[in-house]
């Protein structure tokens, strides 16, 4: 086995490690060279866990997008016809994109690119920053082996984030928002050379061709992050908020509010499920020094989908009622506030932890994260699979519901009380004998 395929499965979760096979078949199936590229690899090869899965093949990758939809249950997201890319999610909650490997042409600054079928090689020597042109073969023949055309390995071990070609910021200037995101992400200095190349892209002022759609992907992509704040003052910092809200870079960025957006993510678990539902409390504490009107015209610059705004400024009223809930004082299990929040929408959880001024709503929703779940998660899984009837059906779902009841309310056993200890007698202090006269 290549080191490389060993690291790749030691850094995947069981789930991941599933969706890799059923992709490697899909390829298979349809006779495509498959390769992990991207944020996979960047992130493998940087020590970080792997949040989402980036494929590249040589062909076809909408027929294997399809393939896998068809006999690996895997559903369609979301398609480019144009990159002949695709967006999937996969029955255990798995994210992964499928592209064709291919070449972008840009006839001006900001334009649309000219796509085009391209070799692996080509690929990657046309990618954004070199830590992101490194790819890993899982074709039969070659399997393990490392593509390193741009040398990102080594700037990976630096922690410095290169640009691959002297003019990416001028064929597509929403690079300048990826590389302040990446900085803080990763924690990555900017190499020298690529900070000249910031400086004269800024000069030209490329970021003013920075499309509506690629700001309102950007701010989506700063939502998952960890360390949104970080981004955000790093984008003023950069002169670049301007771009998304320009009241957002008159004092009304709200910081502190994303600070406190951050600690509460960190509370919940550190899924896909629960990435995708930072969006909407996000939106809402970026805005929340915003007028209404400001807020309106962050809509429209940032080209935002209806359903991305309705996740942001219909979540306070939808999530009334699970607040009403949890301050119920007929509440007095654990287990009723595990199965509400276990039950609850992920989105509104993360607005009541961000926003609610209910003392036991927060005590109750810290309580299930802090106390109830790691409970339910050291559950041997033995114990587990001694529940009657078949996992996923009715039945199941309800012995096992009936089960955990069970562990969370149980009483904690009393330790045994120590025995007595009994105090040895005093000593009376020797006196030394005379001696015997004979």
């Known amino acids: ?10 850094h995947l979760s069981p789930d991941q490690n599933q969706v890799v096979g059923d992709v490697q078949a899909a390829a298979g199936a349809v006779g495509v060279n498959l390769f992990l590229t991207g944020g996979a690899m960047r992130d493998m090869l940087a020590g970080f866990r792997i949040r989402d899965l980036d494929f590249s093949v040589e062909g076809n990758a909408l027929k294997v997008a399809r393939t896998l939809a068809e006999k690996h249950g895997a559903k369609i997201l979301s398609t480019d016809e144009d990159r002949k890319a695709a967006e ?24 649309k690119p000219q796509v085009s079928a391209a070799t692996i090689q080509e690929d990657l020597r046309g990618r954004d920053f070199t830590c992101n042109a490194i ?13 390193d055309p741009m040398n990102g390995l080594a700037d990976i071990e630096r922690k410095e984030l290169r640009a691959v070609t002297t003019y990416g910021f001028y064929d597509d200037p ?11 992400r ?10 000249m190349q910031v400086a004269n892209a800024r000069e030209a002022e490329v970021e003013k061709r920075i499309s509506g759609k690629a700001l309102g992907a950007e701010l989506k992509r700063i ?43 960190h509370m919940t678990p550190d899924d896909t499920r629960w990435r995708a539902a930072r969006l909407g409390t996000f939106l809402f504490a970026l805005t929340e020094k915003l007028a209404l009107k400001e807020k309106q015209a962050l809509v429209k610059t940032c080209e935002l989908a209806k359903a991305d705004v309705d996740s942001w400024q219909k979540l306070e009223a939808r999530s009334k009622k699970l607040e009403t809930a949890m301050k119920s004082p007929r509440i007095r299990k654990a287990s009723q506030v595990y199965h509400m929040v276990n039950h609850a929408a992920p989105d509104e959880v993360l607005f009541l932890l961000y926003h609610s001024a209910q003392k036991p709503v927060q005590e109750r929703l810290r309580n299930h994260f802090q106390k109830y779940l790691p409970l339910v998660q050291e559950i041997p899984p033995e114990e587990l699979a001694r529940i009657e009837g078949k996992p996923g059906t009715p039945k199941y779902n309800k012995a096992r519901e009936d089960f955990i009841s069970v562990q969370l309310d149980r009483k904690p056993k009393k330790p045994p009380e120590p025995a007595p200890t009994i105090a040895p007698p005093p000593t009376e202090p020797m006196v030394p004998r ?3 006269r004979g």
């Not at 086995?1 to 030691?10: G, N, R, T, V």
């Not at 008159?250 to 951050?262: I, P």
């Open 1 to 10: 086995m290549s080191d490389y395929i060993y690291m790749l499965e030691s």
């Open 88 to 111: 999937l999610t996969f029955a255990n909650g798995v994210t992964a994109q499928i592209a064709m490997s291919r070449q972008e042409r840009y006839a001006r600054t900001g334009a």
């Open 135 to 147: 790819a890993l073969s899982l074709n039969r023949a070659s399997r393990g082996l490392l593509l």
């Open 174 to 184: 929403s690079r300048l928002l990826r590389l302040v995101r990446f900085k803080a």
């Open 186 to 195: 990763l924690a990555f200095t900017v190499e020298e050379r690529t900070q």
């Open 223 to 265: 939502a998952c992050e960890d360390v949104p704040a970080e981004i955000l003052k790093g984008l003023e910092e950069g002169g670049l908020l301007p771009l998304f809200s320009p009241a957002l870079a008159s004092g009304k960025s709200n910081l502190a509010g994303l600070q406190k957006f951050e600690k509460v993510c």
């Open 434 to 436: 005379r001696g015997m």
